[in-house]
């Protein structure tokens, strides 16, 4: 049995295929602005937290 042979790609547009490799690693995050990102002191014994619920999830 032979092997399949393997299809041959061709870049035609380069400046979108660099533009695609340079943006291939980059992440966008959107946060809500009104997200509370400290804790709120409960007013009891010992630590309060520091961060939120919702800020640890991010």
């Known amino acids: 049995m ?22 291939r690693g980059n992440i966008a995050i959107w946060f809500d602005p009104t997200t509370q990102w400290y804790a709120l002191s409960k007013g009891k014994q010992g630590r309060n937290k520091t961060y939120s619920d919702a800020a640890i999830q991010c």
């Open 2 to 23: 032979k092997k399949p042979t393997h299809k041959i790609y061709r870049t035609t547009n380069w400046p979108a295929y660099n533009r695609a490799l340079i943006n």
